[in-house]
């Protein structure tokens, strides 16, 4: 409670009123004289609505909610609700003004919250590219964004409010929305991402994708209906291009196929399957060979050859092409030919290798590619007893002696090499 003795200028507070700005009756101001303490938002109000009392046959009733200032430490704002009623002398002239102050500051921050929360969602549905509304139980609209409204040829939302279906589009598609309204209404199950089309008056078509659902209030009542649309016309219209479209390209793809089915089948062929006899003519001593090839796709990029060098010597090439599909048969094709052109060096594993290096980099320059495969060369040679072999980049190979022990064949200072097609003058030993 509060009591304004306008002879005196002064106001007496209560208790209560002391306690919500912190201060003792001594330190509180006259707050109708001491406007610093309105937040700047409120105070023209504020001053206004208080000399309007205080005129000569002036209002006689104070009413207002403004923000003041309050002394808890931080000098935060708190609204409160002022109330006050005047007395007046016969003249018509106030003399005292007495009324209530309530600090209503939790009910204020819940209005804002929730004013925040409208603008938020009205800011959200009228920007979305989508045509969002609500209708009542009797399938009128309460509410629409401006996509729904500019979509049926309305200046704003609001031209909308009040309208149904009947309004806006031909009776036939108007009754089917009616009737897929009330079936949600009956049954509270929502109807969703259908495609319909929607017919005017004036004889305009469109495909829509929409959804619709029951709208429910707080305690569980279904009170209308809310739904989403938005334009797929183009999408249906080039709905038969797009199945041809995909037809044609199965097609081409089961040919695609088809052809590297043939490309994986001439590329197993090149594996071999007979090996060389080492060495040559009659007799025993000879080498025996045995492979297990396992790609690790159809057209791969790996392979490996096993010929006779002279009379008593055997290479064994392994290469593995960067990557896996076309590129790769591509150049394991290359590989293979470039192989063919220096077979007659192929005694020296270090100059085969550095050969085929030479044309498989300016194979690679021409065609302004970067790939580059490792391979690995071993040759065997019974006549002189001795295993001769280069890397280039490939993984060192596993040798199984006599005894049956397996390790890793040594590379020694040499290296495992560069790989080919990287760097043209690289040399292997």
Same mark, same amino acid.
């Given at each position: 409670?509060?009591?304004?003795?306008?002879?005196?200028?002064?106001?007496?507070?209560?208790?209560?009123?002391?306690?919500?700005?912190?201060?003792?009756?001594?330190?509180?101001?006259?707050?109708?004289? *001491?406007?610093? @303490?309105?937040?700047?938002? =409120?105070?023209?109000?504020?001053?206004?609505?208080?000399?309007?009392?205080?005129? %000569?046959? &002036?209002?006689?009733? @104070?009413?207002?909610?403004?923000?003041?200032?309050?002394?808890?430490?931080?000098?935060?704002?708190?609204?409160?609700?002022?109330?006050?009623?005047?007395?007046?002398?016969?003249?018509?002239?106030?003399?005292?003004?007495?009324?209530?102050?309530?600090?209503?500051?939790?009910?204020?921050?819940?209005?804002?919250?929730?004013?925040? /929360?409208?603008?938020?969602?009205?800011?959200?549905? =009228?920007?979305?590219?989508?045509?969002?509304?609500?209708?009542?139980?009797?399938?009128?609209?309460?509410?629409?964004?401006?996509?729904?409204?500019?979509?049926?040829?309305?200046?704003? !939302?609001?031209? %909308?409010?009040?309208?149904?279906?009947?309004?806006?589009?031909?009776?036939?598609?108007?009754?089917?929305?009616?009737?897929?309204?009330?079936?949600?209404?009956?049954?509270?199950? !929502?109807?969703?991402?259908?495609?319909?089309?929607?017919?005017?008056?004036?004889?305009?078509?469109?495909?829509?994708?929409?959804?619709?659902?029951?709208?429910?209030?707080?305690? &569980?009542?279904?009170?209308?209906?809310?739904?989403?649309?938005?334009?797929?016309?183009?999408? %249906?219209?080039?709905?038969?291009?797009?199945? /041809?479209?995909?037809?044609?390209?199965?097609?081409?793809?089961?040919?695609?196929? /088809?052809?590297?089915?043939?490309?994986?089948?001439?590329?197993?062929?090149?594996?071999?399957?007979?090996?060389?006899?080492?060495?040559?003519?009659?007799?025993?001593?000879?080498?025996?060979?045995?492979?297990?090839?396992?790609?690790?796709?159809?057209?791969?990029?790996?392979?490996?050859?096993? +010929?006779?060098?002279?009379?008593? *010597?055997?290479?064994? +090439?392994? *290469?593995?092409?960067?990557?896996?599909?076309?590129?790769?048969?591509?150049?394991?094709?290359?590989?293979?030919?470039?192989?063919?052109?220096?077979?007659?060096?192929?005694?020296?594993?270090?100059?085969?290798?550095?050969?085929?290096?030479?044309?498989?980099?300016?194979?690679?320059?021409?065609?302004?590619?970067?790939?580059?495969?490792?391979? +690995?060369?071993?040759?065997?040679?019974?006549?002189?007893?001795?295993?001769?072999?280069?890397?280039?980049?490939?993984?060192?190979?596993?040798?199984?002696?006599?005894?049956?022990?397996? &390790?890793?064949? !040594?590379?020694?200072?040499?290296?495992?090499?560069?790989?080919?097609?990287?760097?043209? =003058?690289?040399?292997?030993?």
């Amino acid at each position: 409670i509060w009591d304004w003795n306008l002879t005196s200028d002064e106001v007496h507070y209560s208790g209560r009123i002391l306690r919500f700005f912190g201060r003792r009756r001594e330190e509180m101001p006259n707050l109708f004289r *001491c406007v610093e @303490l309105i937040h700047e938002a =409120d105070r023209d109000l504020f001053v206004s609505r208080v000399e309007a009392i205080l005129r %000569v046959g &002036g209002e006689d009733l @104070l009413a207002i909610e403004p923000r003041i200032r309050v002394a808890n430490g931080e000098g935060e704002w708190n609204w409160f609700r002022i109330r006050g009623v005047v007395v007046r002398d016969a003249g018509g002239q106030a003399i005292r003004v007495a009324g209530s102050m309530i600090n209503i500051t939790p009910r204020k921050l819940v209005e804002q919250e929730l004013l925040e /929360e409208r603008h938020l969602m009205r800011l959200l549905i =009228d920007n979305v590219p989508l045509n969002i509304y609500f209708k009542d139980r009797d399938s009128k609209f309460k509410l629409v964004n401006k996509s729904m409204a500019k979509w049926n040829g309305f200046g704003s !939302p609001e031209d %909308v409010v009040g309208k149904s279906d009947h309004d806006l589009f031909r009776e036939d598609h108007a009754n089917e929305a009616l009737s897929d309204e009330r079936k949600i209404l009956e049954s509270g199950e !929502p109807i969703l991402g259908y495609v319909e089309k929607e017919t005017t008056p004036a004889g305009g078509e469109a495909w829509v994708l929409t959804t619709k659902m029951p709208l429910i209030d707080r305690v &569980g009542a279904i009170i209308g209906t809310f739904g989403v649309s938005s334009d797929v016309s183009e999408l %249906v219209r080039t709905q038969q291009s797009l199945a /041809e479209a995909a037809a044609a390209l199965q097609r081409r793809n089961d040919e695609i196929e /088809e052809e590297l089915a043939l490309a994986r089948e001439v590329q197993q062929a090149l594996l071999p399957h007979d090996y060389p006899t080492v060495p040559a003519g009659p007799g025993s001593g000879q080498l025996k060979f045995g492979h297990r090839y396992i790609p690790i796709s159809g057209l791969a990029g790996d392979f490996f050859e096993v +010929f006779p060098i002279g009379d008593h *010597c055997a290479g064994l +090439f392994i *290469c593995d092409v960067m990557g896996h599909g076309v590129r790769s048969a591509l150049i394991v094709s290359m590989l293979r030919g470039l192989a063919e052109r220096i077979h007659q060096v192929a005694e020296d594993p270090g100059e085969f290798l550095g050969q085929l290096n030479s044309g498989l980099s300016a194979i690679l320059t021409e065609a302004e590619m970067t790939m580059f495969a490792t391979a +690995f060369l071993a040759v065997i040679d019974l006549e002189n007893g001795e295993l001769r072999y280069a890397s280039a980049g490939h993984p060192a190979p596993i040798m199984r002696s006599i005894e049956g022990e397996a &390790g890793v064949l !040594p590379m020694g200072g040499r290296g495992k090499g560069t790989a080919l097609g990287l760097f043209p =003058d690289a040399t292997y030993e």
